[in-house]
């Protein structure tokens, strides 16, 4: 069974600083991961996704994850942040023979003034 | 435009009274999927279907029903809501997969508030 662990439930920040949202995932199989981003009152949509390949994955909005195997890691991550990054954001696993999706708890952003 | 579109986008109810949450998409998908979203608990699978006319249930598919028998809609059904079905309900969908990747499209949910 695989498991999905984002670990700060809310990340407060100021605009222009760098961010990072953690995210842990445990599968006993090769997986596909994903970052979704959700802003105020919207439903999910895809920020970036790694399937195979370079480990670092650029997304829309010039946020970047690196996939970290030997961690079993893929920490979100954006060099400085804007006001309209306010959202939440859902780390997601899927393993690369199936078809369910497994979700982190999410983690909110908060960028201030 | 690509999309999935659910209906009602909010809705308040009383207890047992039976409701219907739509959910359609125009991208020929196979795959389809209802959640629920809570405070911490993140996104949970209720029902999902992987094409017309076969549905299996999620992780927390206790009072819910849904149907499939057309492609592009996926209704979800509350035959007897009750406060704890209180929720933001999510539809997605998904190209079936051998090869590709598996990526969700959400629509913009329907939030439910059951008194």
């Known amino acids: 069974a695989q498991s999905v662990t984002q670990l700060d439930s809310q990340v407060p920040v100021f605009e222009e600083a760098p961010v990072e949202l953690r995210c842990n995932y445990s599968s006993s199989v090769s997986v596909y991961l994903f970052w979704y981003v959700q802003y105020p009152n919207q439903g999910l949509q895809l920020l970036l996704k790694y399937l195979s390949g370079s480990t670092l994955v650029k997304g829309i909005n010039g946020f970047e994850a690196e996939f970290n195997k030997s961690q079993t890691s893929f920490h979100l991550r954006k060099p400085s942040v804007h006001i309209s990054d306010t959202a939440e954001y859902f780390c997601?696993?899927?393993?690369?023979?199936?078809?369910?999706?497994?979700f982190g708890a999410g983690t909110r952003l908060f960028v201030k003034a | 435009e690509a999309q999935v579109t659910q209906n009602p986008r909010y809705l308040i109810t009383v207890t047992g009274k039976k409701l219907t949450v739509t959910c359609s998409q125009n991208m020929n998908h196979e795959y389809m999927s209802w959640y629920r979203q809570d405070p911490g608990l993140g996104l949970r699978q209720i029902y999902y279907?992987?094409?017309?006319?076969?549905?299996d249930k999620g992780d927390v598919p206790e009072g819910y029903k849904v149907s499939r028998k057309e492609k592009r809609n996926f209704p979800l059904i509350l035959e007897s809501p009750s406060p704890n079905q209180t929720s933001l309900y999510f539809c997605a969908s998904s190209l079936k997969r051998k090869k590709n990747t598996g990526e969700l499209f959400f629509g913009e949910g329907s939030r439910l508030t059951v008194l």
């Open positions: 997601a696993v899927i393993n690369t023979g199936g078809f369910k999706t497994i």
């Open positions: 279907s992987m094409n017309v006319e076969v549905t």
